[in-house]
């Protein structure tokens, strides 16, 4: 029976009713703070909010009490509701880009457990201790909150007042979406369940298969140009443009780059760079290897999966067809790897036959200075051997960027059980991973990486080679800063003066630093390189 009760009764009740609609109204109106995981309110407001309270009126109008099931099913609507929201607001802070459902999802085991081998036994245990207290927690303050919000909507007049309270929010969002400009000022949050809508509508549209792919370009180059030497191909894990345009990063850089462009020109060879626009931000790295290597844009793993289930031609392919012995060094690969199949390799070194047998560095143990040196012992070392066409992801760039592998001088030691001092191990150690800032590690490892590719060089004195060295993607966003652009270095180091000739006549600029504007997107760069390495293939005329 409803009770028809007057607002200057106990004040107790009324207050926790105002504490109970801001608390849920914060948890889906909060908003990053950029670019923590950390998140903050700026007091706007929440339209299911009102809604939901609509129902409520509606509910306890017609005479119905909420039951227990009622109250359950609301709580967990409301949790999910705050956990998309926090999705929504934080991925773009932390990787650059809008979290997706359908791509992302898939690979959430594989994160957390890369995640659980780069941290410590016990704070894996306590991180997931604290989320589940924490889901608990807010499980438990969700339902103290409407329960607070039930027990005035049991007195007519305060359920007016709620009522009309919700009807004018509701309003209020309308003529924010219809009569005001989407720049303007937002009192209303955008809805959590727009979010879920359209990650559903895009599952849908991924789920029905109607999409298509592009024709390939033209792999039609007779090679002549590199006169049979090896061709390498190294991804520099999020080796991205904030290396050179980020004043901190740039001027912890730069010494070491300076070294690294030494050793370019101390070796005999030279270099051209340019910034290339990657497929992807912040992750999903094989998005950049398939776009560059097939010629095709690919930023998604709905057109990954399907291009490989596509016969096409891709420069592994096209270096062998040609007398290239084909490899894939493939530190960060643990598990089969069937994709391989479509680039066309003759051989792929995985994780496990590397044989690394010293101490473990990142998610992958293994240093990316230890993988060139297993790729001269495998393979470029051996004698009376065909030309190298060489593909080599590195992984010690990768987040969270520590522990730092010290830089051996001694390679072949490498190879040995014990490639490294207890010193120099101890040092790599001390520097522990700050997850909320972590460009100190960052710029660590990429001078790690400038040094470890400066030493090869030196190691490969007037060799006859192109080494291509690109990035795949910038680093996250907590690292790569608010609004960075997707642009990546590409250096072509080589001593063939026919083939530095041609990329300049693409738009690379001779030296490391590469000048803006940037040549295109990252699949442009394949048919420079195909130029440059040899004239367009002659057809025998049917």
């Known amino acids: 029976v409803a009770v028809a009760a007057p607002l200057t009764g106990p004040m107790r009740p009324r207050l926790a009713l105002v504490a109970a609609l801001v608390l849920l109204n914060a948890s889906l109106t909060f908003v990053n703070v950029w670019p923590t995981p950390a998140v903050t309110w700026h007091g706007q407001l929440s339209v299911e909010l009102a809604a939901t309270l609509i129902l409520l009126v509606a509910w306890r109008a017609s005479g119905r009490v909420p039951g227990t099931g009622v109250r359950r099913l609301l709580v967990v609507v409301w949790l999910a509701l705050a956990i998309g929201r926090y999705a929504f607001v934080t991925s773009p802070a932390l990787w650059g880009r809008e979290l997706n459902f359908y791509w992302d999802l898939r690979f959430l085991p594989d994160v957390l457990s890369m995640l659980a081998h780069a941290a410590a036994p016990w704070m894996v245990a306590g991180a997931a201790a604290m989320i589940v207290a924490l889901i608990v927690l807010a499980a438990r303050i969700v339902r103290w909150a409407f329960d607070a919000i039930d027990r005035r909507l049991a007195f007519d007049r305060e359920r007016r007042w709620i009522g009309g309270f919700a009807a004018v929010l509701i309003v209020g969002f309308v003529m924010q979406r219809t009569m005001f400009p989407a720049d303007g000022p937002r009192p209303?949050?955008?809805?959590?369940?727009?979010?879920?809508?359209?990650?559903?509508?895009?599952?849908?549209?991924?789920?029905?298969?109607?999409?298509?792919?592009?024709?390939?370009?033209?792999?039609?180059?007779?090679?002549?140009?590199?006169?049979?030497?090896?061709?390498?191909?190294?991804?520099?894990?999020?080796?991205?443009?904030?290396?050179?345009?980020?004043?901190?990063?740039?001027?912890?850089?730069?010494?070491?780059?300076?070294?690294?462009?030494?050793?370019?020109?101390?070796?005999?060879?030279?270099?051209?760079?340019?910034?290339?626009?990657?497929?992807?931000?912040?992750?999903?790295?094989?998005?950049?290897?398939?776009?560059?290597?097939?010629?095709?844009?690919?930023?998604?793993p709905d057109t990954n999966a399907l291009l490989m289930t596509e016969k096409r031609e891709t420069l592994p392919a096209t270096m062998a067809r040609r007398g290239y012995r084909s490899i894939a060094m493939m530190p960060g690969l643990w598990t089969p790897w069937p994709e391989g199949a479509f680039y066309g390799f003759?051989?792929?070194?995985?994780?496990?036959?590397?044989?690394?047998?010293?101490?473990?560095?990142?998610?992958?143990?293994?240093?990316?200075?230890?993988?060139?040196?297993?790729?001269?012992?495998?393979?470029?070392?051996?004698?009376?051997?065909?030309?190298?066409?060489?593909?080599?992801?590195?992984?010690?760039?990768?987040?969270?960027?520590?522990?730092?592998?010290?830089?051996?001088?001694?390679?072949?030691?490498?190879?040995?059980?014990?490639?490294?001092?207890?010193?120099?191990?101890?040092?790599?150690?001390?520097?522990?991973?700050?997850?909320?800032?972590?460009?100190?590690?960052?710029?660590?490892?990429?001078?790690?990486?400038?040094?470890?590719?400066?030493?090869?060089?030196?190691?490969?004195?007037?060799?006859?080679?192109?080494?291509?060295?690109?990035?795949?993607?910038q680093p996250p966003a907590l690292v790569s800063g608010e609004g960075a652009p997707w642009d990546v270095p590409v250096h072509v180091i080589t001593n063939n003066v026919d083939v530095l000739d041609r990329l300049k006549a693409h738009g690379l600029t001779a030296g490391v630093t590469p000048q803006r504007p940037a040549l295109g997107p990252m699949e442009a760069l394949l048919p420079m390189l195909l130029d440059a390495f040899g004239e367009p293939e002659r057809r025998n005329a049917d």
């Open 188 to 300: 209303f949050a955008d809805p959590v369940s727009a979010g879920y809508a359209h990650q559903a509508r895009f599952i849908a549209k991924a789920m029905a298969g109607s999409q298509t792919l592009p024709a390939s370009p033209s792999f039609a180059s007779d090679l002549s140009r590199l006169h049979n030497g090896d061709v390498l191909l190294f991804f520099v894990e999020s080796y991205g443009a904030v290396a050179f345009e980020r004043p901190e990063f740039a001027a912890q850089l730069s010494a070491r780059r300076a070294l690294f462009e030494a050793a370019i020109h101390d070796s005999g060879h030279d270099v051209v760079s340019a910034f290339v626009t990657s497929p992807t931000f912040g992750g999903s790295s094989w998005f950049a290897h398939i776009t560059l290597m097939s010629g095709l844009p690919v930023s998604d």
């Open 346 to 473: 003759h051989d792929i070194y995985n994780g496990p036959r590397m044989n690394y047998r010293g101490p473990s560095f990142g998610w992958w143990d293994m240093p990316d200075q230890f993988t060139l040196a297993r790729l001269d012992a495998a393979e470029r070392d051996r004698p009376m051997r065909p030309p190298l066409f060489v593909f080599f992801p590195t992984v010690s760039t990768h987040t969270p960027f520590s522990p730092v592998a010290p830089y051996q001088p001694d390679w072949p030691r490498l190879l040995t059980d014990r490639p490294f001092d207890d010193a120099e191990l101890e040092r790599a150690y001390d520097a522990d991973i700050d997850w909320t800032n972590l460009g100190p590690g960052y710029a660590r490892a990429m001078n790690y990486a400038y040094q470890s590719l400066a030493g090869y060089l030196e190691k490969h004195r007037d060799e006859p080679f192109v080494m291509i060295v690109i990035g795949d993607h």
